[in-house]
């Protein structure tokens, strides 16, 4: 791809990669400087639903830029080469890491449930602990013993 072809797809990873503020910048820019630019640049943002996204971050960083990765690989990654066998072979090892990865991010995924409930599980306990604790201390007022 010639640099004149691939600078708008540098220009968009250099934007996402300053997140949502970056892009609102570079459209309130391009309505100043020739309203054109900003107008498409507000319709890129809709259509490519990065105006309304909620999630912000580095999960949402991270998915965004694996989301443009896995296209990328579409693009170029399956190209053939004319060697039939290199061919299968590329696409084996590229089906086995995409496998691999999804099940890390899977174990990932469990990893964070598991502390996040343990985390939730002590903090009941501190709960319980401490109903328990003003329990036994609030006990009957003195001079007025339970009679």
């Not at 084996?92 to 449930?113: C, G, I, P, Y």
Request: proline letters at 3%; glycine letters at 8%; one cysteine or more.
């Amino acid at each position: 791809m010639s640099t004149i072809a691939a600078w708008p797809s540098r220009a968009e990873m250099w934007l996402d990669q300053r997140g949502k503020g970056a892009w609102i910048a570079a459209m309130v820019l391009g309505f100043i400087f020739f309203w054109p630019v900003g107008l498409a640049l507000l319709a890129y943002m809709i259509w490519s639903k990065r105006m309304f996204s909620k999630c912000q971050g580095r999960l949402a960083h991270h998915d965004r830029h694996a989301e443009m990765n896995q296209m990328r690989m579409r693009r170029y990654g399956f190209r053939p080469s004319g060697n039939s066998a290199f061919d299968a072979y590329k696409a084996d090892t590229l089906d086995r890491l995409e496998s691999e990865q999804d099940e890390f991010e899977a174990f990932l995924k469990r990893l964070r449930d598991s502390k996040d409930k343990a985390e939730f599980d002590e903090y009941m306990d501190e709960r319980a602990r401490a109903a328990k604790s003003e329990g036994h201390e609030e006990g009957p007022e003195p001079g007025r013993g339970a009679y």
